[in-house]
């Protein structure tokens, strides 16, 4: 493994995707808590941000992750960038196969694979033109294994899993590192219908930061992370079967 270690957040010109309300907020407020110098707050419409946004102190962007205009106008904008966060996500809870509306998954691949390819892209340039820096991709458990409730979202954050390892290889010579989260079941609107513990986003975010500036490739941020991997490694075959009981599943709970 690399030691070329990741950006500090002290300091770092930082753009979070998908900032106005969960996890993206939660990194907003986050990293200017331990100390950022500049937290450019991705969104679809600057007229339209939650309160806590508001009131985060994030200078608001205009950036719709599927939109080559707002990617290629966020990149103008934000030129002093060192760090992007790739937070932004999209779950339509259809089924893969056996789905009303097939376009479903397509939108999923849009906004969480394809997304963030065009913004790693966009914005490697930039952070290479300050000497270095990080990208960080918010992803799930869905993306280890597959995750049949969640149809098109599992294969979708798979892809940005990968997209994170070969991005890591081509943009490292360039002092650029890429972590990759593997995130658990969070108390985001995301999660309204899953019973249990959840995490907080703020929780989340300190745990993605604080990996990113040690250069992690890939972290498991959080007990159903951790317990999801540590499960898949000693069974693979069971654990994936009994990820598929839960498609039949009257309701969806973060109990063992």
């Given amino acids: 493994m690399s030691t070329l270690k990741g950006a500090r957040t002290d300091g770092a010109r930082i ?54 205009e707002d990617v290629a106008a966020a990149a103008a904008a934000c030129a002093d960038v060192n760090v992007v966060i790739n937070n932004a996500g999209y779950f339509g809870n259809q089924r893969l196969v056996e789905t009303d509306d097939p376009e479903v998954a397509r939108r999923e691949m849009e906004v969480n694979y394809f997304a963030p390819l065009a913004m790693t892209r966009a914005f490697a340039p930039v952070i290479a033109a300050q000497g270095g820096g990080s990208i960080v991709n918010v992803l799930s458990v869905a993306a280890i294994a597959p995750t049949a409730f969640m149809g098109g979202y599992s294969p979708s954050k798979a892809a940005a899993l990968y997209l994170g390892g070969i ?60 317990e999801s991997r540590s ?26």
């Fill in 231 to 256: 499960r898949l490694a000693m069974d693979p075959v069971r654990y994936e079967r009994g990820l598929g009981r839960l498609l039949h599943a009257g309701s969806l709970s973060t109990k063992a």
């Fill in 15 to 68: 753009l979070v995707t998908g900032a106005n309300r969960g996890i993206g907020l939660a990194f907003v407020e986050e990293a200017l808590a331990r100390g950022a110098a500049t937290v450019y707050a991705g969104v679809r419409d600057p007229e339209d941000i939650t309160p806590e946004l508001a009131a985060a102190g994030a200078r608001v962007v205009r950036l719709e992750v599927t939109s080559a």
């Fill in 167 to 226: 991005a890591r290889a081509e943009l490292e010579p360039r002092g650029i590192t890429v972590t990759s989260l593997v995130v658990g079941s969070v108390d985001t609107r995301m999660a309204a219908h899953v019973d249990g513990a959840k995490e907080q986003p703020r929780d989340i975010a300190a745990v993605g930061l604080r990996a990113m500036e040690r250069g992690e490739w890939t972290c498991d941020t959080d007990r159903m992370a951790v």
